[in-house]
């Protein structure tokens, strides 16, 4: 079983939105820092944002900063990524990330945990 199990992905058009969301199903910690990552064809995975075990701290990428929202239900092993005024530029596969809660210091400057997600594909057409 895959320890990050993520969903939400699809195709939407520029302006629009989608909302990603992510389960961590491993039992390792009773929470987890998380965040997402996304990998456009031909370049390499990069940082979109990344959230703190209870959802009180989170960052983002400069690119997404003022359209994307990372957020948690509750304190725990959730996380959502609502992306808005979509850009096609955004089209990749986005990655959940996880690691145990002090972990979030590091996540947040783009340095993965331990945990991933398969991946889910986010295509914007124009």
């Known amino acids: 079983q895959e320890p990050l199990l993520e969903s939400g992905g699809g195709v939407a058009q520029v302006g629009g939105s989608l909302r990603l969301s992510c389960v961590a199903t491993i039992r390792m910690y009773s929470s987890y820092a998380m965040g997402w990552f996304r990998q456009a064809p031909g370049k390499d995975r990069e940082f979109v944002a990344a959230s703190s075990w209870t959802g009180t701290f989170t960052n983002y990428a400069d690119s997404v900063k003022g359209r994307f929202i990372i957020s948690r239900p509750e304190p725990g092993n959730t996380v959502f990524l609502q992306m808005n005024n979509l850009k096609p530029e955004d089209t990749a596969i986005y990655y959940c990330?996880?690691?145990?809660?002090?972990?979030?210091?590091?996540?947040?400057?783009?340095?993965?945990?331990?945990?991933w997600g398969q991946g889910t594909q986010v295509t914007v057409s124009s």
């Open positions: 990330n996880a690691d145990r809660p002090d972990h979030y210091d590091k996540l947040k400057d783009g340095l993965p945990g331990a945990y």
